[in-house]
Each structure stands twice: as C-alpha cells, then as structure tokens.
C-alpha cells in the first residue's frame, strides 16, 4: 500500500499550538505519516543565506527565520508523541548533523533528506550511523549526482529510498517528471515515490498508478496563510480526498485483471449481447443480405451478431415476419 506522508514543515510558522493542531487535522485525512523539519539555525545557516522568496514582513534574515522554526527538544518530544496518540508515524527532516542529534533523542523510525542535501555527505554519514532507514528528494540532482548519493549510500549499507521530485514552487504540469518514476525503478531497484509541490492532487494520483510507493506533499489549513511553502501545499480537503483515491488505486493495482478469461461476465453477457433478427417482413426463397439483418437482445434467441456474415447469402426456408429472430433452422443454402 503507498506510504502517504504530509508534509508540514514551516506551515506552523514556529507557534507550537499550530504545529499540534496540524497533527490532529492530518490525522484526519487517512495519511499515514506527517512531517515536519526540523531547523537549528546556528548549525545550518548564517547571515549571509538568501531567502527563496522574500515572503516575511517579520524576519529580518533567512536565518532569524529559522530562528524563529525551531523548537526545543521537550516540545519536539511533545509533537512526536501526539503523533504516536493519533497513530501517525512523526518524520522530520533535519538540515545539520545538530538536529540529527536532537532526532535521536525524540525517536524517530526513518529519516527525510530534502533536495538540497542530498549531495551534503556530511550530514547523510551523520544519518547512516544511525542505522535507520532514509527517504531521499531528488529534486535539484542530476543522475550523475543521485548516482554518487546511491553509492555513498550502498557503501554504508542504508536502507534507502529515493522521491521523483522537482524543485519548483507550485510546480507546473510539464515540471511533474513523472517518466522519472519508471526511470528511478529501472536504474536503482529500490522504492520509488513522488513529492509533490504542484498543489493540486492530479500529479500524485498520477504517480500512483504509475507505481509509486511513497508520496509526500505540503499541507496547509488555507493556500492563503503565510509561510514560503502556503501556494504549493494542499488542503485538508484536498488532502482526504487524494488520500481516498491514491487508496483505491492502490487495491487496483494489487488485483490485475485477467483478461484471458471472461468466464465471470457470462450472465452479463447474456443480457448486454445480441441475437440476429430480420428488419422486415420475409417470404420463404428470399435471399439475406445485409441490409435485411438487425441484432436484438438479448443473446442467444437467434445466431450470435458476430456470426452475421455466415448468414448472407443463404436462402429462408419459411416465412419470417419483421423482427423475428433469425436462427439456422430459419435457412438453407
């Protein structure tokens, strides 16, 4: 079944009370996990970091806005287990071996790398001496870079899975890169997902069919809220009613049709086939042809439509009023 993981990460704008009432709402739409991140800012940032999009009247640098992110690590604790109350596995992505230490010490089952550290060595060998499994975003990398990333990793002997992403906010149709999905499946043999920041529930739907096994988007109480990720992110709404149909793709890719046998649809098949009839009043000795033929349901009180060409041609033996049906006995040759 695909792991469904919503992602949080700044949308609580640093009030602890927003961060829980996110845990309840998204325990509410039937994904399986929520994520947030988890910024320590002295250890992963300084002065000199730009902001993606200057969206805050309130903080002065990029780094008094990851500031103002975090939270201690009793208040941590204090999310991990309200996650636990509602059953939804708590993941964080941490961005400093830092806050990998502070992880550790809240309980985390896996790991989340977002796209711009996947090439950071540094913090993915922090996080392999965990022994815990890791969920990789590919969004900003080139094969050449993920196929370094990989190895790093299967030198270590991480348990790993890697997301199609694209680092594009919200992004567009044509960015989704859903072909990636296949290609990741094909070169790397290992679970493949999607993350999502197209706001809007149709690339992730797509990605299911397609095979993937873990999605993860933003969430968000309102697309109108503050925050850098607010326009990329999905409702609640939103949320329950991908979660509802990623669900229902999922049973339907676990039971495959057979379409070598029909046998369950003979009664059904009965009903919905036809019989040949005659569109008109016919004398013994006239001659079929096509334009006499009509087909009328249900099956099996005349020939079989498919078998229509049998018929033309050949000679009735009685008379035959319109809309009777046709049968062999009707005809000689």
Known sequence: MTFIIAEIAQAHDGSLGMAHAYIDAVAKTGCNAIKFQTHIAEAESSIHEPFRVKFSKQDDTRMAYWKRMEFT??????????CDDVELEFISSPFSNTAVDLLEKVGVKRYKVGSGEVNNFVLLEKIAQTGKPIIISSGMSSYKELDATVAFLQERQVDFSILQCTTSYPTKP????????????????????????????????????????????????????????????????????????????SIALQNPINKLDNSNFEHLKSIFEKSLAINKNLKAGD??????????????????????????GKKLNRDMTQWDFLNEEDLTD
């Not at 690590?73 to 309200?82: N, S, T």
């Not at 933003?218 to 609640?236: I, Q, R, W, Y």
Request: proline share 3%.
């Open 287 to 312: 001659i079929i042809s096509f334009s006499d033929l009509e087909t009328k349901k249900p099956k099996g009180f005349g020939i079989l439509a498919s078998k229509y060409e049998k018929v033309i």
């Open 73 to 82: 690590l009793e208040q941590w604790k204090g999310i991990k287990a309200h």
């Open 174 to 249: 044509e960015q989704y890169g859903l072909n990636v999905i296949t290609e990741f499946k094909e070169r790397y043999k290992v679970p493949i997902g999607f993350s999502d920041h197209s706001s809007s529930i149709e690339a992730c739907i797509s990605a299911t069919a397609l095979g993937a096994e873990i999605l993860e988007f933003h969430v968000v109480f309102n697309k109108e809220m503050f925050g850098p990720d607010a326009k990329s992110s999905l409702t609640m709404e939103d949320t329950s009613r991908l979660v509802k149909a990623v669900r229902n793709i």
